[in-house]
């Protein structure tokens, strides 16, 4: 095992620092630049490659309360006529990549609200909004559509607004079941919003329900874990994604940390951040759940899919629309301005708001998609023989013994397997998978 990987593997084993350390993309965003911004305008003007699916983000930045970890581009001081504004700015935006040549004439095969808040707007400027995505982008083929919402801005009618809008599969923010510490981290909703809205959401009747959970928020104690995946499991929702608690430098828990003069986080360390998920997901086996990556556990494997994730790790492309928004158009990767009114203001002028983009190489094409299917705890061959022409049992044979050495995985020829102890650190194990160039900083 390399020295990186050794290192990281300290770290992720000790207290938890400021940092990033969830792998959402690769190259690493720090390498991406204002100059190939350039790139985007090349490819727009050419057609698409054929047989590559297509995504649309759209991100609502919006909410009642910024949470303390929170590291996301979100907005709790915006009106009716701004929030207009901006959703004006975003379907101006998304109009402009539909008249493109390299996106007209395609049907979107996924479609996801984020945020910020999606919930937060009213029924009105919902059904306005995706009505007018619907005629930019017809959602004829659509498979699935993720609309995250938090708790208590939701009830019924707003609920069954969304369903019929076409939401197929919603996203509950719920991340710990008890009032004082979703109120000591942050959060605007309650325990007893919790229940309400989940179960109108049921009653509405979304083909899927999935309930986000947090592991190592501050305050968390192991019985308060325990009783969160009791309730959790009291509830059987369709799919449960756990994410482990990280401190961004961009968070209200950073800020306080610096303040304070302090390194470490007044959150779980690492450690037990991963013994309270391997908890959960063990817990949820028994449950009859089946645990798909290192972060989600699926009742029905067979009928519960997240297109969204499963089909921009392979590849797809993905128009993000809206502030700070992330795209990935055939190869390159951009992300929007991150300051509302700077975004709004360039879109109104005629321009694309892309802050900062690259153009990725076919082998880091390559290696973006093996890190973030190695998520799903398995790699396989003959995926990559197929479209890449990689044997990748080969090209990163030291990186599979270094990792079956540890007891963390085992590669059988055609298939790598990652152990449950793998898959609750697996984005500690990526770095010693990017090239030589991308291996200078940690954090992602």
Not at 56 to 73: A, L, N, T
Not at 213 to 228: A, C, D, K, P
Not at 352 to 372: K, S
Request: proline share 5%.
């Amino acid at each position: 095992m390399s020295d990186s990987t050794a290192s990281s593997h300290e770290t992720e084993a000790g207290e938890t620092t400021a940092g990033n350390y969830f792998v959402s993309n690769y190259p690493p965003f720090h390498f991406w630049d204002k100059g190939s911004a350039r790139y985007l305008g090349e490819l727009l003007a050419k057609p698409h490659a054929p047989g590559t699916p297509l995504g649309v983000y759209f991100h609502i930045p919006f909410c009642r309360k910024r949470c303390h970890f929170c590291y996301f581009r979100v907005y709790t001081d915006r009106g009716a006529k701004e929030i207009q504004r901006y959703l004006d700015a975003g379907m101006a935006e998304l109009a402009r990549y539909a008249a493109s040549p390299f996106v007209a004439g395609r049907l979107p095969k996924f479609v996801y609200f984020g945020g910020g808040t999606p919930s937060y707007l009213s029924v009105a400027q919902l059904r306005s909004l995706t009505d007018r995505m619907k005629e930019l982008l017809p959602w004829n083929e659509v498979e699935e559509v993720t609309f995250e919402a938090e708790p208590g801005t939701l009830n019924e009618a707003k609920l069954h607004a969304i369903r019929e809008l076409g939401v197929t599969r919603l996203s509950l923010g719920v991340e710990n079941f008890d009032s004082h510490i979703l109120e000591i981290n942050g959060r605007a909703h309650r325990a007893d919003e919790i229940q309400r809205a989940y179960a109108a959401a049921r009653a509405a009747g979304f083909p899927q329900l999935n309930v986000d959970l947090i592991s190592g928020m501050v305050e968390e104690t192991e019985e308060n874990w325990r009783e969160n995946v009791r309730k959790l499991i009291e509830l059987e929702p369709d799919c449960v994604t756990i994410y482990q608690m990280e401190v961004p430098y961009n968070t209200g828990i950073f800020k306080q940390m610096k303040a304070e003069g302090k390194l470490v986080a007044p959150v779980a360390n690492w450690a037990t951040k991963r013994a309270w998920t391997g908890y959960a997901f063990a817990e949820l086996e028994k449950a009859g759940y089946t645990v798909t990556s290192g972060y989600t556990a699926v009742r029905n494997p067979e009928r519960t899919r997240f297109v969204y994730r499963d089909s921009l790790w392979k590849g797809a492309d993905l128009i993000g629309a809206g502030v700070s928004a992330f795209s990935h158009l055939g190869g390159v990767h951009f992300q929007n301005i991150t300051e509302i009114e700077q975004y709004i203001d360039t879109v109104e002028s005629g321009e694309l708001p892309v802050l900062r983009a690259m153009a990725t190489t076919p082998e880091e094409r390559m290696i973006r998609e093996l890190i973030l299917q190695l998520k799903l705890g398995r790699v396989g061959a003959p995926y990559f023989r197929e479209k890449f022409q990689v044997e990748v049992g080969q090209k990163f044979q030291a990186q599979w013994l270094g990792l079956a050495e540890a007891g963390l995985g085992e590669w059988n020829g055609e298939v790598f397997e990652l152990t449950r102890e793998a898959l609750l650190k697996v984005d500690s194990l990526l770095h010693d998978f990017f090239l030589p160039q991308h291996q200078n900083s940690r954090y992602v």
